[in-house]
């Protein structure tokens, strides 16, 4: 049984764990030496307390993510895991949690459904955001020669004139071919360590309008007005092991200077990645309930 409470009312359609998914997806990799200014959200910022643990740095990544299938439905996410944490033990008995985990710090997706369900899963603090690529999801057989990836604020329209928080070019690798990977066989621990999730202070208010309206609110209406009602709150700490098998390549990386929006709002300032990053296509992704427990 879960130590988190269900909410009475669901502002979109509950999936609870586990997930499996289909997805393409990018890897940026990347190395910090300290937290970087606004690495989380506002509505996060108290995960920088020490009481949540403190930054040991390691292989981190930002990854793009590219899912046709899900039990949320399609949508883009947009990953910022600075790299490990310690991890705060439980207050008495088990489980037997380690010392230290990848966290995942700030999360953007193109979709409502999947922001609500993601953080009462697994505490995992999902945002709105729009997203541009310069090219669909590609195939063994199709490869473009370079995609450009481009993440915006959830307000903003095509065409609007407004940039892009997040932007990088991704130059896949041609010359080798695809390589078939199962993260299961990758010496280098998988698992997602979450403190819980804030809740935004309108959110119980929010759902409620929302159960007044006469028709719901489209999934994918990612305006900033609708969001308040998917950012759940949550009361425990979840580890969650993830499992992954796709075709994987390299690409070359080059990510732009992201635009000062709202004084660096959306993302945090000083993120380098490596030039060389990884490429993983018709992958399958595996989240599974989580390992919970209270401090």
Request: proline letters at 11%; one cysteine or more.
């Amino acid at each position: 049984m879960s130590l988190q409470p269900e909410p009475e009312t669901h502002p979109v359609s509950r999936a609870k764990a586990p997930w499996a998914m289909k997805a393409e997806s990018y890897l940026l990799f990347l190395k910090l030496k300290e937290l970087p200014q606004g690495v989380y959200d506002e509505l996060e910022e108290v995960w920088a307390g020490d009481e949540f643990g403190k930054f040991k740095g390691g292989l981190g990544a930002v990854v793009i993510v590219r899912y046709s299938d899900t039990p949320a439905g399609p949508y883009d996410e947009l990953i910022l895991v600075p790299g490990n944490f310690t991890i705060p033990p439980p207050s008495s008995g088990p489980p037997k949690i380690a010392k230290r985990s990848l966290r995942i710090a700030r999360i953007y997706v193109s979709q409502r459904t999947t922001t609500y369900n993601g953080r009462l899963n697994w505490n995992i603090p999902k945002h709105l955001a729009r997203f541009s690529f310069s090219a669909p999801p590609a195939t063994n057989t199709s490869l473009p020669q370079t995609l450009d990836v481009r993440v915006f604020p959830p307000n903003s329209t095509d065409g609007d004139g407004t940039k892009p928080f997040f932007s990088c070019t991704l130059t896949p690798w041609r010359w080798v071919p695809a390589i078939p990977v199962n993260m299961a066989y990758v010496p280098m621990s998988m698992v997602l360590t979450q403190p819980p999730c804030p809740q935004a202070a309108g959110q119980r208010a929010a759902v409620e309008s929302e159960m007044l309206l006469e028709s719901p609110i489209n999934p994918n209406d990612i305006s900033e007005k609708n969001e308040e009602a998917v950012l759940v709150g949550t009361e425990r700490w979840c580890a969650t092991e993830l499992g992954a098998r796709s075709w994987a390549r390299g690409c070359w990386v080059e990510t732009h200077a992201g635009e000062e929006v709202e004084e660096g709002k959306w993302w945090p300032k000083g993120v380098r990645t490596w030039g060389v990053g990884g490429w993983l296509e018709d992958g399958v992704f595996e989240f599974p309930e989580a390992v919970e427990w209270k401090l």
